[in-house]
Nanobody
Framework: QVQLVESGGGLVQAGDSLRLACAASGRTFSNYCMGWFRQAPGEEREFVATISWNGDTTYYADSVQGRFTISRDNAKNTAYLQMKSLNPEDTAVYYC?????????????????????WGQGTQVTVSS
């Protein structure tokens, strides 16, 4: 089992920045691809960003490309999502997720149904 705990959400104004953190425990963090997803009220959960186990590969949703940066520190068992130039459309609950990719040739995935572990989420609200 892997336990994931997100932090860093809050209420900010349009144009501001936030950094979310996802602290992992329970298993070897470096075995896992990490992803960030978000869900706005009344909307489906959507992919935001993903990073491979060693950080070499990242991938972003078009809506956040160039504004958000995903990273990880395997020594600290933590993944991050740096968010800049936030706008009200970024308002959502943000979730981190993990999937063990040791037995896969694919090192990142954008599909929520391929992640095995999820955090409880952290609210990000961007006011105009």
């Amino acid at each position: 089992q892997v336990q994931l705990v997100e932090s860093g959400g809050g209420l900010v104004q349009a144009g501001d920045s936030l950094r979310l953190a996802c602290a992992a425990s329970g298993r070897t963090f470096s075995n896992y691809c990490m992803g960030w997803f978000r869900q706005a009220p009344g909307e489906e959960r959507e992919f935001v960003a993903t990073i491979s186990w060693n950080g070499d590969t990242t991938y972003y949703a078009d809506s956040v490309q160039g504004r958000f940066t995903i990273s990880r520190d395997n020594a600290k068992n933590t993944a991050y999502l740096q968010m800049k130039s936030l706008n009200p459309e970024d308002t959502a609950v943000y979730y981190c997720a993990a999937v063990d990719t040791r037995s896969s040739i694919v090192t990142v995935t954008t599909r929520a149904d391929e992640y095995d572990y999820w955090g409880q989420g952290t609210q990000v609200t961007v006011s105009s």
